[in-house]
């Protein structure tokens, strides 16, 4: 693209209103700006016009260019439709002052445009289907009243109803000079509240730009770029926008209007069909795979399906699970205790295209695979994220079929028996939440529990996690453990016991004499057994953590 097709001017946003018909694509956001945002916006706007120079700045406007004068607003909607909103309050007051000419003619600079073609005044700024018929009865006069049928139009409502405030605040303050004082707003707006305008050929150019600037404070996000891209690209097709839009909305949905977490969704469902990708490469990689309304609309059928799976790996009491049986949904359970997030694009695959149970197995295994990961190391790393990518894309293919097959797919990254009994042996583990989950599947092991892994989030008011030699240990307690020994041993699981509130509450950071028969009375048998041993050293941590450690490689198998 020629550098001279792009403009780049510092301006005020006033102009940008006054010089051309803008208009919001009706695939973008709706208006968003809560009271505090308008608040904030007010006083930031105060403080500036309050100084000397006035001038305030109000980051980046990026728009495409139409036919005619008419421009599309690619980022900085929710700046321009709130000043929109200002400017009216500013007519509105004068309006309702008996200043009619000057509410006219601020009216007709920055506000509407007569159309010839309807004649009507028309809005300079346009928003979105959603939004536009309710934006405009604020924007244009004497237009027919609309009542609020969405969250964003009691958005509008009440920011116009704050910026009247404001308006109302500032001539109350001016005294006798109230109109002078909003004549100097007007010029205010127009000329010093500025901001950085970027004018593009094309809405795609428009979009690069915007990635380009990396604005943190800009309006739209990757999910706002990646939606924008699909429906224009799905528009050129007859009903290729309806569908994209719906499908959008609910894989949206599904994830509950979470942005961060929709995001998230998006790189892992992408990495889960083309291998790993990261967040700063997902639009570029989606913008050279989907290039025609059909690939557009069969994606936005993936998204929908996606989000659905992916919804249900979040939540083991998601409405999906339901036939899958208790097994299933506590393995589902346990991976969102670990916070296991890695092996999530693979489990989009399983879910796609194993047998169920097929998938039941590989649900229950990656719980498994987790744990050892977590144990052994390396599991927050890239290589890990990678080969469950990789094994997404093989499933996908058709290449692996089977959760047997999937360990063989995965043997780099999966440790082996000894690798997790060495590891887990020697293992400090500083999260109390891992602990009790980790003795808890233990203690279950110890009982005979056909699937042990499986703990129910048991109320940590009635079981809590004890410290056998005590985080604040005092050297008189506890001679054993000095200075750097303390640290070395105390984070240690063969440390650490299962005790109910109670008598863990009693024993606190006493010495091991007086609690030792508080142990040894506990129905948890693991916390019974360190009851028999005569006192607590490093030989007997390290003892009971390699026991273990033994029942460890069969509660959590490899495969």
């Given at each position: 693209m020629p550098r001279s097709n792009i403009d780049f001017n510092l301006d005020g946003i006033g102009h940008q209103l006054k010089d051309r018909r803008l208009e919001v694509p009706l695939y973008q956001r709706s208006y968003a700006w809560g009271s505090d945002q308008v608040r904030d916006f007010c006083q930031d706007l105060a403080s500036a016009f309050n100084t000397d120079p006035k001038e305030h700045f109000m980051g980046t406007i990026v728009l495409s260019r139409q036919d005619g004068?008419?421009?599309?607003?690619?980022?900085?909607?929710?700046?321009?439709?709130?000043?929109?909103?200002?400017?009216?309050?500013?007519?509105?007051?004068?309006?309702?002052?008996?200043?009619?000419?000057?509410?006219?003619?601020?009216?007709?600079?920055?506000?509407?445009?007569?159309?010839?073609e309807s004649g009507h005044d028309e809005p300079r700024l346009t928003l979105n289907t959603e939004d536009d018929e309710f934006f405009r009865t604020f924007i244009v006069r004497d237009s027919v009243q609309v009542r609020p049928s969405r969250e964003s139009h009691e958005l509008i409502e009440a920011a116009y109803r704050l910026l009247a405030d404001f308006v109302a605040g500032q001539a109350i303050a001016a005294g006798n000079q109230w109109v002078s004082r909003l004549v100097e707003w007007r010029r205010f707006i127009e000329e010093d509240l500025r901001v950085i305008y970027v004018a593009v050929p094309t809405e795609s150019d428009a979009f690069m730009i915007f990635e380009t600037l990396n604005d943190r404070g800009a309006e739209l996000t990757l999910a706002d770029l990646l939606k924008n891209y699909l429906f224009s690209k799905a528009s050129t097709q007859s009903n290729g926008l309806e569908q994209v839009r719906d499908r959008w909305l609910r894989s949206l949905g599904a994830l509950e209007t979470n942005q961060e977490l929709f995001i998230t969704f998006l790189r892992q469902l992408w990495s889960s069909r083309n291998g790993i990708t990261r967040e700063r490469d997902l639009y570029k990689r989606?913008?050279?795979?989907?290039?025609?309304?059909?690939?557009?609309?069969?994606?936005?059928?993936?998204?929908?399906?996606?989000?659905?799976?992916?919804?249900?790996?979040?939540?083991?009491?998601?409405?999906?699970?339901?036939?899958?049986?208790?097994?299933?949904?506590?393995?589902?359970?346990?991976?969102?205790?670990?916070?296991?997030?890695?092996?999530?694009?693979?489990?989009?695959?399983?879910l796609k295209h194993f047998p169920k149970n097929e998938a039941k197995l590989t649900l229950r295994a990656a719980a498994s695979w987790g744990v050892r990961g977590l144990i052994v190391g390396g599991i927050g790393g890239g290589t890990t994220e990678k080969a469950y990518c990789d094994a997404a894309v093989a499933i996908r293919s058709g290449a692996v079929k089977t959760t047997s097959e999937l360990v063989t797919q995965l043997s780099a990254i999966i440790p082996t028996d000894a690798e997790f009994e060495g590891a887990f042996a020697i293992t400090r583990v500083t999260k109390v939440g891992l602990s009790r989950y980790y003795l808890l599947a233990l203690e279950n092991a110890s009982l005979g529990t056909t699937q042990p892994e499986y703990v129910p989030n048991s109320n940590e008011e009635e079981v809590n996690l004890e410290h056998v030699l005590p985080k604040n240990a005092t050297v008189g307690n506890w001679p054993s453990f000095p200075g750097e020994l303390h640290k070395q041993w105390v984070d240690r699981l063969g440390n650490h016991a299962l005790l109910s509130k109670g008598p863990n509450d009693k024993i606190g950071n006493k010495s091991f004499v007086v609690k030792q028969p508080v142990l040894a009375s506990s129905k948890m048998s693991l916390t019974a057994s360190i009851g028999g041993e005569t006192a607590w050293t490093a030989k007997e941590i390290e003892a009971r953590q390699r026991t273990l450690a033994k029942l460890a490689v069969k509660v959590w198998p490899r495969s």
């Open positions: 004068d008419r421009m599309t607003v690619i980022d900085g909607q929710q700046r321009l439709a709130t000043t929109a909103l200002l400017l009216a309050a500013i007519r509105d007051h004068y309006a309702s002052h008996g200043e009619d000419k000057r509410a006219e003619s601020l009216d007709k600079s920055f506000l509407t445009i007569f159309d010839d989606i913008k050279e795979d989907v290039t025609t309304p059909q690939k557009a609309i069969a994606f936005s059928g993936d998204l929908k399906e996606g989000a659905k799976f992916y919804a249900a790996l979040l939540s083991s009491s998601h409405d999906f699970w339901t036939g899958w049986g208790t097994g299933t949904r506590q393995a589902v359970e346990t991976l969102g205790r670990l916070n296991l997030v890695q092996n999530r694009p693979m489990l989009l695959a399983v």
